[in-house]
C-alpha cells in the first residue's frame, strides 16, 4: 500500500530533478517513487562496500548535519510539498 509523505521544496526539486535524470538515462519514465528506490539502491550498493562506508561514516561525523527537529524547522519555512 502507498504511503503519503510531506517534503520540503527544495527536496520535492531534488526529487524531481533526480527522476528526470533517471528517465534520461534509462529512456523511459521513471516515477518519483522509482526514483526514491533506485536512490537507495544506490545508497545502499555503496555502504555495501566497507571502505566507502567507512568513508561515508566518518564525513557525515565530521559534518555539520542539523539534527531532525533543527531540519524541521528550517524547511518549516518553505511550503512543503506531498507526494504519494
Not at 37 to 62: G, I, M
Amino acid at each position: 500500500m502507498a504511503k503519503t509523505i510531506t517534503l520540503p521544496d527544495a527536496v520535492y526539486a531534488d526529487l524531481e530533478s533526480a527522476s528526470k535524470e533517471l528517465t534520461l538515462m534509462a529512456g523511459k519514465p521513471i516515477s518519483l517513487s522509482m526514483t526514491v528506490y533506485l536512490l537507495t539502491a544506490v545508497y545502499r550498493s555503496h555502504v555495501s562496500e566497507p571502505c566507502a562506508r567507512d568513508a561515508f561514516r566518518q564525513r557525515l561525523a565530521n559534518s555539520d548535519i542539523m539534527s531532525p527537529e533543527e531540519f524541521e524547522k528550517t524547511w518549516d519555512k518553505t511550503q512543503p510539498k506531498t507526494v504519494e
